[in-house]
């Protein structure tokens, strides 16, 4: 969603990386019953990256496992911020697939920080956001991509990259994270009752991460860290989860 994609962006404002979105197309010609609202918040999207984080995220039209040949994943992108133009420029991204990491539950091991120089890219998204996970990297295993663990738990696909981040960038161990576990979220009071919610199955990281400086306090945190447009509307919508 809209809000999880800002959020991505948000964690990598201060580092050389990139982000990618596969399968665009899903996102651009979005022909279901809430394309209006979809098309309202691409457009919303577009503009906060153009503003705010430009030449840091790319559209991907291909599946990736449909960009894959000769051992190579071979990816067509354009800039977000030039989705709406007729012809975006096109910049091509050639990635080893010996080079590429896909972050996923079966993994041997998690990942480390020594980790960093052995990788360019790593996949996230469609591998966590399921509970239970509901295997959508079968694909990619396939292929023979090389995999590493973030965890035993599930993890939002924004904390899943800021928790890459902070293990290849900060040279953070996996284990000295701050995390929190089924956190119980209090939600807006509606008609004069309090509501609340616990995120069971998953682990986010704590707000002991600062989001807008990309400092990071080794303590426990006090709540994990969630958009407040997450936290006060969107955990409290009903979602038809078999159109996700």
Known sequence: CRCEYTQMLKYIRHSPSIIIFSK???ILKCQDENREINQRNLNEFIKIVTSDFPK???FCLEDLAE????????LKCFLVEQALEPEPSTTIFSIEKVRTCLLDMRG????APSDAKDYDAFIFGGILGDHPPRDRTKPL???GVPQIRLGDRQMPTDHALLTTKLILEHA????SIPFIDE???KGPK??????SVKLRGFRYVSNSYDVDTGVLNLQPGTAPIMSSEIRESLLWEDFDLNKL
């Open 24 to 26: 665009a197309l899903s």
């Open 56 to 58: 840091k995220a790319y």
């Open 108 to 111: 041997k091991s998690d990942l």
């Open 141 to 143: 295993r396939a292929l």
């Open 67 to 74: 960009s894959f040949k000769d051992e190579k994943f071979v």
């Open 190 to 195: 509606e008609g004069g009752i309090s509501r």
């Open 183 to 185: 956190p119980l979220v």
């Open 172 to 175: 953070v161990t996996y284990d």
